[in-house]
């Protein structure tokens, strides 16, 4: 099992839609949580930190789930703008380095 | 906010000649940034953790002879592509975490190698 996995996609969603991604990960003494939003052909840039709590940012709400080892993050009111790939970052318990998973895909369309 | 500054941004290069990549975080301190390496629609890569005054640390499989790594200062890390072949060609992006940020990563913004 891989360290840290989510479903490539792509999700195909008409604007105004409300999409959620998964991303699991198999080190439970994980402690950080991210999720990074990457645009074709640019770099990975911070959407938002997952809290044991949940949190929400405008449209945008992440989750941590630690019995099953997952992490979430919603979409609601899809815009054009949305579409990207959107990457789940973990901190393996005690590592500075992380663990990336592939990323999922999402395209909002007219 | 932090900032890394990633240079060039874009490079071709000849086959068997080498290109060297810089990475600057503009205003914090990194003792440790990473080198990642993405191909078309795949994730990142980890290639190397670039510790300041010491020896980088390498990922398994990746050759440290060929992906010269410098981290002579606590803002810049370089990384050299030697002898570079086609299949060197990707997408080459750094990244830092400020001190106390909690893990916040901030990237470069990556460089575009093609080596024709």
């Known amino acids: 099992r891989k360290e840290v996995e989510q479903d490539p996609g792509p999700f195909n969603v008409p604007e105004g839609a409300t999409v959620a991604f998964n991303c699991t990960y198999s080190n439970s003494a994980s402690q950080s949580f991210f999720w990074y939003r990457q645009d074709c052909r640019k770099e990975p840039k911070l959407l938002m930190s997952?809290?044991?709590s949940g949190n929400e940012d405008g449209r945008f709400t992440a989750q941590l789930n630690r019995a099953s080892q997952y992490i979430s993050l919603l979409i609601r009111d899809s815009k054009l703008s949305d579409s990207a790939t959107y990457l789940c970052?973990?901190?393996?318990?005690?590592?500075?380095?992380?663990?990336f998973g592939r990323g999922t895909s999402l395209i909002v369309h007219p | 906010g932090a900032v890394v500054s990633q240079h060039p941004s874009r490079v071709i290069c000849k086959s068997g000649t080498s290109v060297k990549i810089e990475c600057r975080s503009l205003?914090?301190?990194?003792?440790?940034m990473f080198w990642y390496r993405q191909f078309p629609k795949q994730s990142l890569m980890l290639m190397a953790t670039s510790n300041e005054g010491s020896k980088a640390t390498y990922e398994q499989g990746v050759e440290k002879d060929k992906f010269l790594i410098n981290h002579a200062s606590l803002t810049l890390s370089t990384l050299t592509v030697t002898s570079a072949h086609p299949e060197d060609s990707s997408f080459y992006i750094c990244?830092?975490?400020?001190?106390?940020?909690?893990?916040?990563?901030?990237f470069g913004e990556g460089s575009w190698l093609t080596v024709v």
């Open positions: 205003d914090f301190q990194a003792t440790t």
């Open positions: 997952v809290y044991s």
């Open positions: 990244s830092a975490s400020p001190t106390g940020s909690g893990n916040t990563i901030y």
């Open positions: 970052v973990v901190f393996p318990g005690g590592s500075y380095i992380p663990t």
